[in-house]
């Protein structure tokens, strides 16, 4: 039998039984909206209590029940297959009967309502990926809305990144309720959702409160699981959003999955930071992700050869020590060259022998598009790709499961992969592929332009896109990623000798800094840009962002003093109008750091010259 939308089957049913609404609610013990809205198609996967309440209602025999409870099953995944969350597995799991029973016990409570943030960490090529793609499987059979999203090093500097693919794919299956949000609307086009820098921290908690709005909305008819892989890439801003997510969807149908490798990071870094702080308010669940044990590498190898002799896999268990990526390599050189191949030791050895068995053309492919990262659009390959007969190493290369076709571009089969290639490369034939790849971006595209060029050792074309690119993020309230993007600047503009660009740098550096509590560096930098030789324009905006600094650090005292001295400088009778506007907002700064002080007759004289200042215009 073809099968029946759940809207059109429950109400063919409702009046088959010849009840109304209203009566079909009170028999099921329902409400008489939950049924107007299941009849109506706004929620098409109702819980499973919901279902047993709508069989009894309507007294349905046992096959009639499970009818309508397979109608109401969401719809079939998309066919996409590949070694990449949101993607169906490509290979058998293994051996991980430990760590699925316990995100499936997750998976279980938040669909009875209690939110979980879970994140699976272990080292490069463990199987974190495979782990978190079983779960996505798991989620979606259960009816949950799910979305995946994914990091990558060369895309880390554009805030928000996985958030836009999250988002993205939200849409796709309920495209209204971000539709009827402007702040996200508005990122999903590529904008700022506010005013700009100086209503960051309100602007930034609006943004926050959306994305957590829409998925508590979603998760109001349906269970949601959100996942992102590869969190120890993640830009600062999409680290905060998972933060707020977990710390405010506890009490909802929201599944919170990241992946993450177990490696050291600073603890002045957004990541590190921001998971000691879920970890002390316990709020995260870490899972770790071991390696497998010699029955589980057996039963790995069985399952991609089942014709492997013992002796070969006792001779992969030995080689592979457990790294499931690296017994995927090594089955599949045996696959290629016979059981009497050696099996290669270590992910470089493994992937460059796999490489080198589909031809030097292409070796070169797959070298230009590493530079572009895990994953990248079409277009990007066709800008840095000058292999003659494109389509035909494509499709070898695609048989050989290296790259695999993804919505609109490709992906490599493992992170490992792309990064084993991009590492062997000459350090020559490296810049040249990111020069070649930053020509071809579009313009919108600045921080990722920025990066490749920085790569590519163009530091006078990489200078721009770098400071719009922190600019950029700074609109967009992603403080760490316009840290990072000015003080790639910085060095570059200190390395350059443009000490116009140094100064500009300096004060935007400066200012981030202040945004996020980091006073003292802050104003350091701020002092290095106030002494640079810069106009009175320039300087009075300078000097106002050190009155700001000193304000939120307590040290208005000190911070009065020196506008004091620089206005005695700076306020002269023939001031233009940038000026005298500049000047003016310096005074203002100026009343209110003696008004901290509670000197408020000296704070109304400044206040009277930013009057008069403004009366001259």
Not at 164 to 185: K, M
């Amino acid at each position: 039998m073809a099968p029946v939308q759940f809207a059109q089957l429950l109400k063919r049913l409702r009046e088959r039984a010849d009840l109304t609404q209203e009566e079909l609610a009170a028999r099921a013990g329902l409400g008489v909206n939950t049924i107007g809205n299941l009849e109506r198609g706004v929620n098409r996967t109702p819980q499973r209590s919901t279902l047993l309440k709508l069989s009894d209602g309507l007294g349905l025999d046992e096959e009639e029940a499970a009818t309508l409870a397979a109608a109401a099953r969401p719809p079939a995944r998309r066919d996409v297959v590949g070694g990449f969350l949101g993607a169906r597995p490509t290979s058998p799991l293994v051996g991980r009967d430990r760590e699925m029973e316990r995100l499936l016990a997750a998976t279980a409570a938040v669909e009875e309502g209690e939110g979980r943030l879970l994140l699976v960490v272990g080292e490069a090529g463990i199987g974190k990926t495979r782990l978190a793609q079983e779960v996505s499987v798991h989620a979606w059979e259960r009816g949950f809305l799910v979305a995946a999203g994914r990091c990558y090093e060369g895309r880390r500097g554009i805030p928000y990144f996985p958030l836009l693919e999250l988002l993205g794919q939200i849409q796709e299956v309920a495209p209204g309720p971000i539709d009827g949000r402007p702040d996200l609307a508005t990122l999903l086009a590529g904008e700022a959702p506010g005013p700009g820098p100086a209503d960051a921290q309100r602007e930034s908690l609006r943004l926050l409160r959306a994305t957590t709005e829409l998925v508590k909305d979603l998760a109001a008819t349906r269970p949601v699981a959100l996942l992102i892989d590869d969190l120890h890439w993640a830009d600062g801003a999409t680290i905060g959003v998972l933060a707020h997510l977990a710390r405010h969807t506890r009490g909802d149908r929201v599944l919170l999955l990241a992946t993450s490798r177990d490696v050291e990071h600073p603890r002045d870094q957004p990541l590190p930071r921001t998971l000691h702080e879920l970890d002390r308010e316990r709020l995260i669940e870490r899972i770790p992700c071991g390696r497998l044990g010699a029955a589980a590498t057996v039963e790995l190898v069985e399952d991609l050869l089942p014709t492997a002799s013992a002796d070969l896999r006792s001779r992969i268990v030995e080689q592979t020590d457990g790294n499931p990526f690296f017994v995927v390599e090594a089955v599949r050189a045996v696959a290629e060259h016979g059981e009497e191949a050696p099996i290669p030791a270590g992910v470089r050895a493994a992937v460059l022998d796999r490489v080198e068995s589909i031809g030097p053309r292409a070796r070169s492919l797959l070298e230009a598009a590493s530079v572009l990262g895990p994953a990248f659009p079409v277009g990007d390959l066709l800008g840095v790709a000058t292999t003659a007969d494109l389509d035909a190493v494509l499709a070898a290369v695609e048989a050989d499961r290296v790259l695999r076709q993804t919505d609109g571009g490709y992906s490599f089969d493992h992170a490992l992969t792309q990064q084993t290639l991009y590492t062997e490369m000459s350090a020559r034939r490296r810049r040249d592929l990111h020069l070649a790849a930053a020509a071809q971006l579009e313009p919108p595209r600045i921080a990722e332009i920025g990066w490749h060029l920085m790569r590519g050792g163009d530091d006078e074309g990489a200078l721009p896109h770098l400071i719009r690119a922190g600019e950029r993020a700074e609109a967009l309230f992603a403080n760490d990623e316009a840290s990072g993007h000015y003080g790639d600047a910085l060095a570059i503009a200190e390395r350059l000798g443009d000490a116009e660009a140094t100064a500009t740098v300096l004060g935007r550096l400066g200012g981030t800094l202040v945004t996020v509590a980091r006073y003292d560096e802050g104003l350091a930098l701020l002092e290095r840009a106030a002494d640079s030789d810069l106009d009175t324009t320039r300087l009075a905006q300078i000097e106002r962002r050190i009155a700001e600094a000193h304000f939120r650090r307590g040290t208005s005292t000190q911070g009065a003093e020196r506008m004091r001295e620089r206005l005695a400088m700076l306020d002269r009778p023939d001031l233009d109008p940038a000026a005298a506007d500049a000047v003016a907002g310096l005074y203002g700064a100026l009343a209110r750091l003696r008004f901290a002080r509670l000197e408020y007759d000296r704070c109304l004289d400044a206040a009277r010259r930013v009057a008069e200042l403004a009366s001259d215009e």
